[in-house]
């Protein structure tokens, strides 16, 4: 049976990723909807159990970044893989357009208010990436940011990237995994999905007019999210391009990357020394004869 190993969609370190070459749709050999669901299923089991151990731990924390074209379907990626998390060690952080405050700082102060803390699950559901992704695509959104000096575009990406892969150096350094997820949807796909939305009720407030007319420029979101995907995969917070035209496949294989990851740390619940099961065998003691009290 074929198996998405976390290798087949990770994104190169040395800058050779080219998105004309990456997977939309599942491979030849990929399982059915059916197995892909199953797999799944069994996949949010280990991840829950993951996740007490993480937590438990209080060692790392893990960061989780999704970005996707429209329609690519990270909402119910992100619910489907993250179902059998105790939500008390998981939180999740949409960011959409900036608020006047968000504004008023760098473009990595949103986001590092939302970090994950030690033993807990960060799911960032768009992030700093918009910096290098929406707003290179429409350089007209940089008025709103008041820059003092700012260079030209080019060199301005040049060195958000490198804000960027410092970031997420310092992160890592500091105990924070950082695993990140291109949910690569084909055009025709997302003209379905949109379809989709307009024509069945309870999918019409999905639905924006924008979504239409953010598809002339495919291109050259293209070529964004190719050269931030090489200028920022690296081996401590790697880029996987996952196939995201089969919902089914696509949350199987996020959900496999994640678990691999987590249990590539190695991790186990804390185990007490002989000072604190003495501690313990004195408590039991205690409940114990509190019970033959009664």
Not at 106 to 125: A, H, M, S, V
Not at 246 to 253: E, N
Request: with cysteine; hydrophobic share 35%; glycine share 4%.
């Amino acid at each position: 049976m074929f198996e998405a190993i976390p290798g087949n969609y990770l994104v190169p370190f040395d800058g050779s990723f080219r998105h004309k070459k990456s997977l939309t749709a599942p491979p030849n050999d990929a399982p059915g909807k059916k197995k892909n669901k199953e797999r799944l299923a069994e996949l949010v089991e280990e991840l829950d159990e993951l996740q007490r151990i993480l937590y438990a731990n209080n060692q790392y924390a893990l960061l989780l970044v999704f970005q996707a074209m429209d329609a690519a379907g990270k909402d119910s990626t992100i619910r489907a893989v993250m179902s059998g998390v105790n939500p008390a060690g998981c939180q999740v952080y949409s960011f959409k357009q900036p608020t006047p405050e968000e504004l008023d700082h760098d473009f990595l102060w949103r986001t590092t208010k939302c970090l994950p803390e030690r033993g807990r699950i960060g799911i960032f559901n768009r992030s700093y990436y918009e910096e290098v992704l929406v707003v290179r695509v429409h350089p007209e959104f940089l008025r709103a940011q008041r820059l003092p000096s700012q260079p030209k575009l080019d060199q301005l990406w040049q060195e958000r990237f490198e804000s960027i892969r410092d970031y997420e150096k310092h992160l890592a350094k500091n105990g924070t995994v950082i695993i990140k997820f291109w949910l690569n949807v084909s055009l025709e796909e997302q003209r379905q999905r949109f379809l989709d939305r307009i024509e069945e009720p309870e999918k019409n407030w999905k639905f924006a007019p924008a979504d239409v007319t953010e598809r002339r420029y495919w291109d050259e979101y293209m070529k964004a999210f190719e050269d931030a995907l090489n200028a920022t995969s690296r081996s401590w917070a790697p880029w996987y391009a996952i196939p995201a035209d089969s919902k089914a496949y696509m949350r199987f294989c996020v959900a496999e990357i994640i678990v691999d990851s987590l249990k590539k740390l190695g991790l186990s619940y804390p185990k007490i020394g002989p000072e604190e099961k003495a501690k313990f065998k004195a408590m039991r003691k205690i409940l114990e004869e509190e019970n033959q009290a009664k």
